[in-house]
């Protein structure tokens, strides 16, 4: 069985400065992909950046980067500069065989 | 690039009631097509998927079917709801590029009363 453990159940930062998420996962599948999508109050989700596991290289997306590290079945969501707007739950996801969610962190932006 | 659109964005029922959410999908053909349900503030259960035209696969037992009429169609329902039916339903299928990337529609917020 696949699981994902997010254990920040909330998280804040100054608008401007950089925040860390954490998220660790595990499954017995050799291929699979990593999420981090966004759900702004409007319950909208939003997929934010994208990780093949078979990639090495971190993936990234404008201020947002992962840093993933696949032996320790880690993935964790840095967001540089934050913005008002990055404000949000944010959730780490597992693509195996299915999708498989944490329970999500909340990420307030303080101004 | 695909749009998913979900109809009705609220919605509050009695219990005992049937339901109908639908979900439709453009600009893609034939896609996988899920149905994910999420509790307030948690993380979501798949509930069924659809691979093509009257394939529905169950994951979690419960008071729920789905239906796959047409291709870009895909239909939740119930025959009687129950108060733990109470949600937000989330349909999703996979973009174009990735069949592993899932794109979700706006949801529908149902509260069974």
């Known amino acids: 069985a696949q699981t994902v453990t997010q254990s920040q159940p909330e998280m804040s930062v100054q608008e401007a400065e950089t925040v860390t998420l954490s998220c660790t996962y595990d499954t017995s599948e050799s291929d699979y992909y990593l999420f981090w999508y966004k759900q702004p109050p409007s319950r909208q989700m939003i997929l934010v950046i994208r990780?093949?596991?078979?990639?090495?290289q971190n993936a990234t997306e404008n201020r947002f980067s992962v840093n993933f590290q696949k032996a320790a079945k880690s993935f964790s969501l840095k967001i540089s500069d934050s913005q008002l707007g990055d404000a949000a739950m944010y959730f780490c996801v597992l693509s195996g065989s299915r999708l498989t969610f944490g329970e999500g962190t909340q990420l307030t932006v303080n101004p | 690039s695909q749009t998913i659109h979900q109809w009705p964005a609220t919605l509050v029922q009695p219990v005992g009631s049937p339901l109908s959410l639908e979900c439709t999908v453009e600009g893609t053909s034939n896609p996988n097509l899920y149905w994910y349900r999420q509790a307030a503030g948690r993380g979501l259960q798949l509930l069924f998927y659809s691979v093509g035209i009257g394939q529905i696969s169950s994951e979690v037992p419960q008071n729920l079917s789905a239906s796959r009429p047409q291709d870009r169609q895909f239909i939740l329902s119930s025959k009687k709801l129950l108060l733990s039916d109470s949600g937000f339903y989330l349909c999703?299928?996979?973009?174009?590029?990735?069949?592993?990337?899932?794109?979700f529609g706006p949801g529908t917020r149902l509260t069974v009363l």
């Open positions: 999703a299928s996979p973009g174009g590029g990735s069949t592993d990337t899932q794109y």
């Open positions: 990780q093949e596991a078979y990639k090495q």
